[in-house]
């Protein structure tokens, strides 16, 4: 499966083989996040289920993270997942996040949006560290007329980033450049 293919979460509907499974009749039990005893009787109970293969296919065909399904916990769906090529059962980071957009490769705008304003910030941290320290680009210069050099027209408000050790041209000013917070 590729990367940029999300495995759903939830059933679009729910399979015939939920109202036969022994996991109704014991709502008491935590069945998402069992632990100790608990794990114990919930393995003990898929074990005598008659749809145990099909609840433990579903959720191996989701990549589900949580609970015990078909007798397996996350650890045994990961290990099964990895040997036969399901998709491995972790927890994505929510939508409209960054890490959801660089790590898993999420494209719809949300993510997309989130990643930019990511990058936007970064940036702006890098300029602010290189000012801090000294390091950085020398001011830009805007043409304030227009000029030819050769064969090239330089139009009003063209920037010209001046070199180290040469002057700067005659028909420069220095610009007026929003400060980048």
């Given amino acids: 499966m590729s990367a940029l293919a999300e495995p759903p979460r939830i059933p679009r509907e729910i399979p015939d083989w939920h109202d036969l499974s022994l996991c109704r009749l014991f709502p008491e039990l935590d069945w998402i996040d069992a632990k100790g005893d608990t794990a114990t ?3 003990a109970i ?19 993270p949580w609970g015990i399904w078909g007798g397996l916990d996350r650890a045994d769906r990961k290990l099964i997942a990895v040997e036969y090529g399901y998709p491995v059962p972790a927890m994505l980071p929510d939508h ?31 300029r602010a ?23 090239h027209r330089l139009s009003v408000g063209q920037y010209l980033l001046p070199l180290p050790g040469l002057p700067n041209h005659r028909r420069a000013e220095p610009a007026d450049l929003p400060a980048v917070a």
């Fill in 41 to 43: 009787a919930c393995r």
């Fill in 46 to 64: 898929c074990a005598v289920c008659p749809v145990r293969y099909a609840c433990a296919v579903g959720s191996l065909e989701r990549g589900e």
């Fill in 96 to 126: 409209g996040t960054n890490a959801r957009r660089v790590k898993h490769g999420c494209t719809c705008p949300d993510c997309k949006a989130a990643h930019a304003l990511y990058e936007a910030e970064r940036r702006a941290r890098a």
């Fill in 129 to 151: 560290k290189a000012k801090a320290r000294g390091l950085g680009w020398p001011p830009v210069h805007v043409l304030a007329e227009p000029i030819r050099i050769g064969r």
